[in-house]
């Protein structure tokens, strides 16, 4: 075992740690297994997703002691930033075990460094701490959340002034900050409650009337408000305000899933809490068949993504990827903005780079600017933040089911993509379609667009080290040929190069740094790799396409570009 660890674990042993994590740490190095070298062969990074583990005793492990010296750091950050004038942060957290834990260390940290802390009566949405920060004009914002990640993990996400997840250089000053801390002593978790201010109702009506207002077809609601939608939050946060917000908007038949809405960090009724596992929909789908309803909507715990299931010709429920929801809202908004006169000529969405091209060819369509963005929705507030003043953001969105629209909140927003994804079906059935159908328009005019993810789990260090081996292999000897396509281009975002293999062109990519490759095949196909920045694993994201001649055909070119798919990726 590398001696690193070692002397790692034993200085939680010397330091003035309670006895209760120190007897974990002993029962540890008893032990001397895989558990110990994960625990502690590393500290806790901000990814995508800020900070996030499983929680337990260890440098990389979510705890008291990595949670307070992450917190000192930003408080350090943020009190050599902003010097002697008042700072405030915004706190909010989700239904995770140990959520009012770390939410009160976080607090205590805080406010013992003389910052103000504005946090919520009980757990709220994601989305809802991002308008926090902008409401209250906070420094910074925190929310204690593991998004859809198993029971066993927590996390933190860290929030600028902007109400966006921290980006670089940011989160590497916080970084830096934290790694300045050499023992918990430097940590003051001696809280002030007097700099404490509890946040109430009041946001939560504030902030579902600024969804509300974005509405396109209020009339149209009107006219299909009985539409039948069952939700579920997954034992999540949007357990109250999507059912709010959705009856806001005008609709009035919203069926709860009873044994769902209980709030229970353990998730004892799936077994991932996530709304991209069909899993995940079962129970919605189960009783959606059981009353007769239309819409099947489902959020993860802490309410920023969704995943939703509709109707098929014949009239059985059937899932939507991330992408096909996003192909039908994109499509829904754009076509509304044009259809009343809102295009001006300086709108723009954007997308991440593993989301389905069809969102440019619709927003090229509606001549309306596309930008394409690393993953992660704080690069698309990156853009939004950037382009403020200059340029008309509509919406972004992800194809791990995250979608926003406005840019009042600066993170993906599962509240008011719920009220979007119903006003759409409202907007469908008016003009006599289902959403299948709609979709199958789409794909018509634009391409019919079919994606897929697969993940591979390669957990601990020795995991880290085979994904690490697997990236370098396709940097060095990348395939010539994906299902006897040709791969006409390689974009490399480590090397931040685009390779054109036709006549061997290179140029170099806009974008931040990031262990990311693609491949473009001949046939329209686009194969993407990627580690994951909050889990042990590397996603293979796979994009090819067809054309669908009429509507009659969807269902044999689906079955068509689902064996494509298959067979891209038992090669890979």
Not at 125 to 154: D, M, W
Not at 330 to 354: H, P, R
Not at 480 to 507: E, F, G
Request: hydrophobic content about 35%; proline content about 3%; charged content about 25%.
């Amino acid at each position: 075992m590398d001696k690193t660890i070692i002397e790692s674990a034993n200085k939680w042993l010397q330091g003035n740690y309670d006895e209760q994590t120190k007897a974990e740490v002993r029962r540890l190095l008893q032990e001397n297994g895989e558990e110990l070298i994960d625990s502690f062969y590393k500290d806790l990074e901000f990814g995508t997703g800020g900070l996030r583990g499983i929680m337990g005793v260890g440098s990389n492990r979510m705890n008291k002691y990595t949670v307070g010296m992450a917190t000192q750091g930003l408080a350090n950050y943020l009190r050599k930033k902003h010097g002697n004038t008042m700072v405030s942060v915004a706190i909010a957290y989700d239904c995770r075990n140990n959520n009012t834990y770390f939410e009160g260390i976080t607090a205590d940290v805080l406010t013992a460094n003389g910052i103000k802390v504005y946090h919520f009566d009980a757990l709220r949405p994601t989305p809802e701490l991002s308008y926090a920060v902008r409401h209250f004009s906070c420094q910074a914002g925190i929310v204690i959340t593991a998004s859809h990640n198993p029971k066993e993990y927590n996390g933190y996400k860290v929030y600028g002034e902007d109400g966006a997840q921290l980006i670089s250089p940011y989160d590497k000053m916080v970084i830096e900050e934290v790694r300045k801390i050499n023992t918990i002593d430097e940590i003051n978790f001696k809280g002030n409650k007097s700099l404490m201010n509890k946040i109430g109702d009041d946001l939560d009506n504030k902030y579902t009337d600024d969804i509300k207002s974005k509405s396109l077809n209020p009339g149209i609601i009107t006219k299909h408000k009985d539409i039948k939608i069952v939700y579920t939050p997954i034992h999540g946060t949007g357990v109250r305000l999507i059912p709010m917000a959705l009856k806001k908007f005008g609709f009035t038949n919203i069926i709860g899933v009873e044994e769902q809405n209980v709030i229970d960090g353990n998730f004892p009724t799936v077994k991932s809490p996530n709304p991209e596992e069909p899993a995940a929909l079962a129970m919605a789908i189960e009783k959606a068949q059981k009353v007769n309803a239309d819409l099947v909507m489902a959020s993860d715990p802490d309410a920023d993504r969704v995943g939703i299931a509709v109707r098929n010709k014949d009239n059985e429920f059937t899932l939507l990827n991330g992408n096909q929801t996003a192909t039908l809202l994109f499509y829904y908004v754009l076509n509304q903005w044009k259809e009343k006169g809102k295009l001006k000529g300086n709108e723009f969405i954007v997308k991440t780079i593993v989301t389905s091209e069809i969102l440019m060819d619709i927003a090229k369509h509606f001549d309306i600017e596309g930008y394409d963005v690393l993953t992660g929705f704080k690069y698309i507030a990156q853009i939004i933040r950037e382009q403020e003043g200059k340029k008309q953001f509509i919406m972004g969105g992800e194809e791990s089911y995250g979608y926003l629209i406005g840019d009042f909140v600066r993170d993906k927003d599962a509240v008011s993509s719920c009220c979007f994804i119903a006003e759409t079906y409202a907007w469908a059935l008016e003009n006599e379609k289902s959403m299948e159908e709609l979709l199958a328009d789409i794909y018509m005019e634009f391409g019919f667009y079919l994606e897929s993810l697969k993940s591979v789990v390669r957990k601990g260090k020795a995991g880290a080290d085979e994904i690490k081996q697997m990236m370098d292999n396709y940097r060095s000897n990348p395939p010539k040929h994906i299902n006897a396509s040709p791969v006409i281009c390689i974009k490399d975002y480590k090397t931040q190069q685009s390779t054109n293999l036709t006549d061997h062109s290179t140029k170099k990519i806009d974008l931040p740094q990031s262990d990311v490759i693609q491949f473009f095949t001949e046939d329209g196909s686009k194969i993407t790799m990627r580690p994951s920045g909050t889990e042990p694993k590397i996603k293979f994201y796979v994009s090819v396409k067809g054309e669908l001649p009429q509507v009659e055909d969807y269902s044999k070119t689906k079955k068509m570009l689902e064996d494509k798919i298959k067979a891209i990726t038992q090669e890979l």
